[in-house]
């Protein structure tokens, strides 16, 4: 039974969670905490899957309870409920906590919240993950400048400036962060061509989160038996994902993490390719063998896919959760309930749609569905927006600088198919 632990300065807001949450206590163990302290003394006694802070508390706010939370019990999943009026404060909040709810919320939204992070843990913690992580042994570590660039941006007293000067250090990566920066996906009116001012149009946060992809890329180098053109198919699928992605008639909060994803959601394939090259050869005959997907293959030989084993690396690289939640259900996005076009379902679509337009290039129309993925849109209610978002997509490519180029040959006999 999952533990959840809900915290508040005010005893009665806590009746008001447990009675609305009542339906569910045989379904989850919740426990309530007044105040900071308390819920440190909480976790201490036991340990908690899930922990609901209030934000605004005396003593010990929410900001600091989670900051606590993350460094003494990191694989506790960490919510804060915060209010329209506290907006300032709150952001104190963005390095912590891996949710925000508003407030007033309902049961509904507590419960479907709730629902979707543990179902994250679920998917990311099955002994197949942990063998597979376990079998890659020491996972490569990240530059001392993208560690710096984490340790900033998760410093609330850090400028835009700071950022951009430590971006600068490492040419490699702040000349991807441009490329980035300018692509089609972020629809940035004029061209931009320093750091400084790219940090002021998209924020430290999306910043970093580029200078992981340029990151990842480094990183992970497939090993000889995979074709080299393997490595720049992911890359280039990535960003035709993202420009996909961001085409869809998504807010923009949802669009900056539907591009962050879309760039990093077959990383895990990556992975596989320079720490497992084997296996990963076998899974690439299988699905050729079979005709079916990538992921179903890994499925089938390996007992997981590259959208977890991917999701829980970048989750320990310090992604937003909602991009490692839409990365880890990139393939089975009916896993999760939805609020609407968002997170995975986005990325699923982004994702279907950039693989058609990689098969046929210049076909706007879309080839045949496949049946799963037929039943994929069906059941998330989705089917019949599908030409609407395709010709949504073909249009940002079309439009894209520089223009999507059809994959060549070696490219399309790497088996890009994730
Ligand atoms: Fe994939
Ligand atoms: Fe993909």
Excluded at 1 to 24: C, N, P, Q, T, Y
């Amino acid at each position: 039974m999952k533990r959840i632990l809900f915290v508040d300065d005010e005893s009665k807001i806590l009746d008001g969670i447990r009675r609305a949450l009542h339906g569910d206590r045989k379904r989850w163990d919740l426990q309530f905490a007044v105040g900071g302290e308390a819920a440190l003394q909480a976790c201490e006694a036991g340990s908690f899957d899930v922990v609901i802070s209030d934000m605004r508390m005396p003593g010990m706010d929410g900001a600091t309870l989670l900051g606590h939370i993350r460094d003494r019990f990191p694989s506790t999943a960490r919510i804060i409920l915060s209010g329209y009026s506290e907006g300032a404060s709150a952001t104190r909040a963005v390095p912590v906590a891996h949710r925000f709810i508003s407030k007033p919320c309902d049961a509904a939204e507590l419960q479907a919240t709730i629902e979707r992070v543990c179902t994250l843990q679920d998917v990311l913690c099955t002994p197949d993950i942990r063998r597979i992580v376990g079998t890659v042994g020491e996972l490569p570590s990240l530059s001392g400048v993208y560690t710096s660039l984490l340790q900033a941006v998760n410093n609330p007293s850090t400028s835009i400036r700071e950022v951009a000067e430590i971006l600068g250090h490492d040419m490699a990566m702040s000349a991807k962060v441009l490329q980035l920066v300018n692509s089609a996906f972020f629809g940035l009116a004029q061209t931009v061509t320093s750091l400084l001012s790219a940090a002021g149009f998209l924020g430290m946060e999306t910043i970093k989160n580029l200078a992981l992809v340029s990151e990842t890329f480094r990183v992970f180098v497939p090993d000889s038996r995979i074709p080299p053109s393997f490595f720049e198919s992911i890359q280039k699928h990535g960003e035709t994902t993202a420009v996909i992605a961001a085409a869809l008639p998504v807010d923009a909060k949802t669009r900056d993490v539907a591009v962050v994803s879309a760039l990093l959601h077959d990383i895990g394939r990556l992975v596989l390719a320079s720490k497992m090259p084997d296996q990963f050869c076998a899974v690439l005959s299988r699905a050729s063998e079979r005709g079916c997907q990538g992921f179903e293959a890994e499925e089938e030989l390996l007992g997981t896919s590259h959208a977890e084993i991917g999701a829980y690396l970048l989750g320990l690289w310090g992604i937003p959760h909602l991009a490692v939640e839409a990365i880890a259900h990139h393939h089975r996005p009916t896993r999760i309930s939805h609020n609407g076009f968002e997170g995975s379902v986005v990325l699923y679509v982004a994702d279907l749609l950039a693989r058609e337009s990689e098969a046929h290039p210049q076909d706007s129309t879309g080839s045949k569905l496949n049946e799963s993925d037929r039943t994929c849109l069906e059941t998330l209610g989705i089917l019949s927006q599908l030409a609407e978002f395709r010709r949504l997509g073909f249009e940002a490519q079309q439009k894209s600088q520089p223009p999507v180029s059809p994959p060549s040959r070696r490219a399309a006999a790497s088996g890009h198919n994730a």
